[in-house]
Every structure is written in structure tokens, then in C-alpha cells.
């Protein structure tokens, strides 16, 4: 809709842009006054919506758009270049080449100079997109795996430098890699300059962050907040000794929560972020937007305000840097995951999300061996927005939280606490007979839950495997480590893999031994990369090899395989053995692909019918992709080894592999 007064204001600051050094050409300029024409409605509506109702909003409105020109003003030409080309393309990130991996940069490969070393290795598994986990300047002692940020605009000295951040999203573009940076929205380390200037009494910044002069307030947020480390950091508020006042702090006591309410912390912040965007960064990953508003009798999660808060972020994101997307780090009940994608389909928010109930249901599935909740579960999701996306994922540096609802545990005829109970018991070693080897992290005994801790392959039974020398045992666990990867791979959305589970990795139990890391067992699932047992990948028969090759394989033909492109194409299938989880992906070319899961430890089968009614040409034939051989057939049914996963095209749509590549179609 027209808005006069808004229409006139934006002519001013164009006016006076165009006029400040150093001048823009006029292209460029072009450029910027297109973009923020566009947005500038909605930016007005979103900041009037969240600070209209104070006296000086339009002083930080004003800053606001300031940031904006001057983030423009120096961002790189080449990267105003892939702007243009990305906007042009703007749904380029759903494309079926992007395969992804998450790593500690000092755990990977020490500091930026070496992991540039490792790019090759990357390349042979097929990876072209990273995500760094935390590199930015933190405090040495307490820092959250470095999710305490005391300076957004330095790199840890440990890792190397931002002119090292900018010379290696040089070589990802050059490469078609795409590059992952955290931005920590909700909270900052305790030694940053804000907080500390905020500890000195400056008012100011202690308007930065919730503060408060005695518990009066704090023990009414306390009512209805839940506590997020329930053992190690009970609360959400820290007595402060050099202020004598109690601080927020949702997560630690050391990393203090950001006060949105304020203006000047949204300058801030968006300022922060453009800088990081100007770095190189294609994806920028929001560390906890879950947080960002905080409303006292509610749970001060999810909350509209907060959403507003990302949609303006968006925004501003797209007059200077339309080509980087956001990532919601978001892992909350799965229907409010679906709102960080945007409730509208004007919304601009963030494109793409975690599927944390796929992951948490992957893990259900492998311990009870059906896949009864999983296609519940996901049957019942709401479509996300046509041209978002999801990030498919079999685990992360965090722990794996249980987070799908027990009304579809109840519908399934099972008492939802003994399920879950039963779960954690079969991961954490309680669970007589269970290979897994994991540990509960963060038991919270005033109502029994608890998530879980363990690297991928200690959780499907490699460890115990190894350790007990089974043949079968060990050939089970890659097994099931393959089956978790070929879901990942092949359901709607952008796979990621973390760092040492391509060959298998175990869990480090050397985090004991470190004061700074003991209390928290989720470092047992963030070991080193062991470069020796890399080097096995190249073994024959070696565990490394067999898991290496596999994923290599699984990445290739994804890569070849254009209806796994993610269209909101992904429709779940019936299918009667309650083991067995089936779904199609197809496009409207005619290319399809029928993915059928077996998570039990035995023989299954299902009726050959399922082929017949997806239109698949049984008298052409069908073949698997991955063993390029036809599935295996009983009569009219469909047989299933242990752990065994089909991906079912027809043969016309089929060409056959050469060393993880795709043998060229001969002429004739």
C-alpha cells in the first residue's frame, strides 16, 4: 500500500546517499535504491511494530538505514555480482547438488590455514557447502564450544584472522562451495566490550542486556521460563558481583541475553550480521532465534516478537546482500519450526530450518525398529513454504533431543513417558542387549527427560561392535549408519553431514580429562578428526572405506538425481509392514525415485504392488540405484535384508556408476 509520509522520507535518504562519498556508480546505486524501495514498507511496519511506541525510535529508524547504505557501500563488487546473478535464480539453494558438512575449524584441521589444506578431501566425498562451527573471538575458559561471542567483528586468533575468513569464501566460490558462519543473535559472552562497559556502570550498555537490581522481577520471568541446562546451569538469571544486580542468562551464567526491547541492540545486530555477509558468507546460520523476545509469564520462546525481529533482519538482509540465506537454528516442537519459515506466504524469515523431528525420529525408529511414529509424525507436518527448505540431518554437535509430541506416541496405542524412557535406556546403555553407546545429557529428575550424547556410529553399535570383534555386528552398524545417511540423502531438503562420520568416528571420552569440558558430555560427540583412520578409506575391507564409499556413492547419485531436487516434491507412502518407511520423490519431468527403508534387524517384506501403484514400468523394469541391480523379489512381494534401503527408479532413468561417478550414456 502507498504511503506518502513513507514515499517522501525514502526520497530524502536516497537524496542524501547519493550524495555521500565514496559515490556509488550509477548502476550500483541502482541497485541499493531498488532494493530498499522494495523492502523499505515493510522495514517501516516491522521496526514501527516493535519500538513505535517509544519517543526516540525515529533517531535508531534513522541509524537503522544508515547501517544499511554503508554495509552496501562495502560489500566487495564480486559479491554485488553474485547477488545479481542469485536473484535472478532466487530458489538456486534448492538444487540437489548441495550436500553439506558441519565441523569444529580446530578439530577439523586445527586453525583456517589448514582446513584450506583439506578442501580436496571434502571434494572426493562430494561435499561443496561447510558450516564452521564458532570461530569468532571468545573467551578462553567459558565459552560454549564458542557460542559465547566476546567480539563479532575478530576471528579467534587460534584459528587465523577475517582476512583469512575472506580469502577462503574466495576459494569456496571458485571451488562452487558455499560457506556456513554461526551469528550468535541471542546472547554475548560476559567479556564482551558491551557487558563490560555495562559492568562499569555505563547505562547505556547495561540497556543492552536484561539487568536487574534484585530478584523481584527475575523470580517472576523464573514462573514460567523452563530451565535449558537443568544440571549445569540451573536458572536464567546470574548474580553479577561487580554490579550487584542479576543479569539474564538464559544458557550460562557467562553468556549474557541481548535486550531486543532496545533499538539500539537491533542497530547493532543487524550491523553485526551485514559484516559477516560482507565477509563472503552464503548461509548464515542464527544461533538460538527462539530466544531473541522475551515476555514475562511465558515461556520467552517463540514469541511473535521474535519472528518480527528475523522478518526485519530478512529484510535488511535483502536490500544489501539478497544472496545470503538464513539459517534457523530452531529446534523447537515441530509446529513452531514451521513458523521460522514464515506463517505468510509475503513473509521473508528464514529459508531454511532444521528438521530436527526427522532426525529425532530417524533415532526412534533405529531403537524400536518400526517406522510407525516416524511416517505419523511426518505425515501430520504442515507443508513448509514453497521455496524453503530443510536441513536433513542425522546428528549435530548438540545433543539429540526427543522432540516430537506424544499425542502421536498415544495414537500409536504406547504410554508416552515409557517410550521415551525406553528410548533413552536403549541409547545410554540401560537397555540389555542394545549395541548403542551413548550417555543422557542434562537429566532433569523433576520430570525424567533427558536427551542423549554419542557420536553417529557409537549410537548404531560400531563401538560395541569393534570392541567385541562380531563380524556381523560390525557389518550391522554400517549398515545402519548407511540406511540413516541414504534418508538424508534422498528426503526434501539439504543434507548435512557431521565432521568424522563418514568414516565412522567413535566417541572421545578424552573430554573427562579437560576441567573446562568435563561437566558437559556432548564433547564425547565432537572428537578430532582422526587423519590416520582417514587415510583407511583408501583400505580394502577396511570399516573407513566401507563407510567412506558408501556416503561417496549416496552423494554422487544424488547429485544425479534432479526429482530429488527440493520442490516440496517428497510424498510419504503407505506401506503395511510396519518396519518399513517409504516415500517418492518425483519432478514434473517424469523423474521419480521410491525410497523404502527397513529399520528391523530381520528379513521383511513387502507386496510388489507398491511399485504398481507409484506407475513404475514393471515391464521395462526397475532397478535400485545404489546396488544398480533390481530389487529383490519373493513372488509378488519385495524382500528386505536387515537394515536394507531401496531407492527404485525406473531403468529408463538409471545410468550405472564408475568409482562414485556416473558412466556417460553411450551413443548409438
Known amino acids: 500500500m502507498y504511503d506518502a509520509q513513507q514515499h517522501n522520507i525514502l526520497n530524502k535518504l536516497l537524496d542524501r546517499y547519493q550524495k555521500q562519498p565514496p559515490q556509488l556508480n550509477v548502476e550500483v546505486f541502482r541497485d541499493f535504491n531498488t532494493r530498499l524501495s522494495a523492502n523499505f514498507g515493510i522495514i517501516t511496519e516491522l521496526y514501527q511494530s516493535l519500538y513505535g511506541h517509544r519517543n526516540d525510535h525515529p533517531k535508531y529508524f534513522l541509524e537503522l538505514i544508515d547501517v544499511l547504505f554503508k554495509a552496501f557501500q562495502q560489500r566487495h563488487p564480486s559479491l554485488r555480482n553474485q547477488d545479481k546473478s542469485r536473484e535472478k535464480d532466487p530458489h538456486w539453494l534448492l538444487n540437489q547438488k548441495w550436500v553439506g558438512m558441519m565441523l569444529y575449524p580446530e578439530h577439523f584441521a586445527k586453525d583456517l590455514s589448514g582446513f584450506s589444506e583439506k578442501l580436496d578431501y571434502l571434494q572426493e566425498l562430494g561435499v561443496n557447502w561447510v558450516h564452521l562451527m564458532p570461530l569468532l573471538m571468545s573467551p578462553s575458559n567459558e565459552s560454549d564450544g564458542g557460542y559465547a561471542v566476546s567480539d563479532y567483528r575478530k576471528v579467534d586468533p587460534k584459528f587465523g584472522s577475517m582476512a583469512q575468513i575472506r580469502t577462503l569464501a574466495k576459494k569456496f566460490r571458485d571451488r562452487d562451495m558455499l560457506l556456513t558462519l554461526d551469528l550468535v543473535l541471542n546472547h554475548t559472552s560476559d567479556e564482551h566490550e558491551w557487558a563490560k562497559k555495562a559492568k562499569k556502570g555505563d547505562k547505556q550498555y547495561q540497556d543492552y542486556y536484561y539487568i536487574f537490581p534484585d530478584r523481584q522481577i527475575p523470580d517472576q520471568f523464573e514462573t514460567s521460563m523452563p530451565e535449558i541446562f537443568p544440571v549445569s546451569a540451573p536458572g536464567n538469571f546470574t548474580y553479577v558481583e561487580s554490579l550487584e544486580k542479576w543479569v539474564m542468562t538464559v544458557f550460562h ?29 552464503d548461509l548464515l546460520r542464527l544461533d538460538a532465534p527462539a530466544f531473541l523476545w522475551k515476555e514475562m509469564g511465558t515461556s520467552c520462546q517463540n514469541l511473535p516478537k521474535a519472528h518480527q525481529i528475523l522478518k526485519l533482519m530478512k529484510r535488511c538482509a535483502e536490500v544489501v546482500a539478497p544472496g545470503v540465506k538464513f539459517i534457523a537454528e530452531a529446534i523447537v516442537a515441530p509446529l513452531e519450526i514451521m513458523k521460522y519459515f514464515g506463517e505468510h506466504p509475503d513473509d521473508h524469515e528464514c529459508e531454511i530450518a532444521y528438521h530436527a523431528p526427522l532426525m529425532a525420529l530417524i533415532w526412534e525408529a533405529i531403537a524400536t525398529g518400526e517406522a510407525r511414529l516416524l511416517n505419523k509424525v511426518i505425515q501430520n507436518l504442515p507443508q513448509k513454504p514453497w521455496g524453503t527448505t530443510w536441513i536433513n540431518y542425522a546428528r549435530c554437535h548438540d545433543d539429540i533431543g526427543l522432540g516430537f509430541d506424544d499425542i502421536y506416541i498415544y495414537e500409536l496405542g504406547l504410554d508416552a513417558k515409557l517410550h521415551r524412557a525406553y528410548i533413552l535406556d536403549y541409547y545410554t546403555g540401560k537397555f540389555e542387549g542394545s549395541p548403542a553407546k551413548g550417555a543422557p545429557f542434562m537429566f532433569n529428575p523433576k520430570n525424567g527427560d533427558a536427551r542423549i550424547s554419542g557420536t553417529l ?39 548435512l553431514i557431521y565432521s568424522g562420520d563418514e568414516i565412522g568416528l567413535l566417541n572421545d571420552y578424552s573430554y573427562l580429562k579437560d576441567p573446562a569440558k568435563a561437566y558437559d558430555n556432548r564433547w564425547m560427540h565432537r572428537p578430532m578428526m582422526d587423519w590416520k583412520a582417514a587415510e583407511k578409506r583408501k583400505k580394502d575391507r577396511a570399516v573407513e572405506k566401507q563407510i567412506f564409499s558408501a556416503l561417496q556413492k549416496l552423494i554422487a547419485i544424488r547429485k544425479e538425481s534432479p526429482e530429488w531436487a527440493d520442490h516440496n516434491n517428497t510424498t510419504l507412502s503407505y506401506c503395511e509392514n510396519k518396519h518399513i518407511f517409504t516415500y517418492l520423490r518425483w519432478n514434473e519431468l517424469g523423474r521419480k525415485t521410491l525410497v523404502m527403508a527397513n529399520f528391523h534387524s530381520s528379513v521383511q517384506y513387502i507386496k510388489k504392488d507398491i511399485l504398481y501403484r507409484h506407475g513404475f ?21 519385495v524382500a528386505f535384508q536387515p537394515f536394507q534401503f531401496y531407492w527404485i527408479t525406473n531403468k529408463k532413468h538409471y545410468t550405472p556408476m564408475v568409482k562414485g561417478r556416473k558412466r556417460p550414456k553411450s551413443k548409438k
Open 617 to 637: 514400468d514393471m515391464d521395462r523394469g526397475v532397478v535400485d540405484k545404489f546396488s544398480g541391480k533390481a530389487p529383490t523379489y519373493l513372488k509378488e512381494l
Open 253 to 281: 551464567q557467562y553468556q549474557w541475553d541481548l535486550n531486543y526491547r532496545n533499538p539500539q541492540v537491533l542497530c547493532e545486530m543487524i550491523d553485526v550480521l551485514l559484516f559477516l555477509a560482507n565477509q563472503g558468507v
Open 457 to 495: 556410529a557409537s549410537l548404531s553399535g560400531l563401538e560395541t561392535a569393534l570392541k567385541s570383534k562380531s563380524k556381523q555386528a560390525i557389518e550391522d552398524a554400517i549398515k545402519k549408519i548407511t540406511l540413516v545417511h541414504s534418508i538424508i540423502m534422498s528426503f526434501g531438503g539439504l543434507p
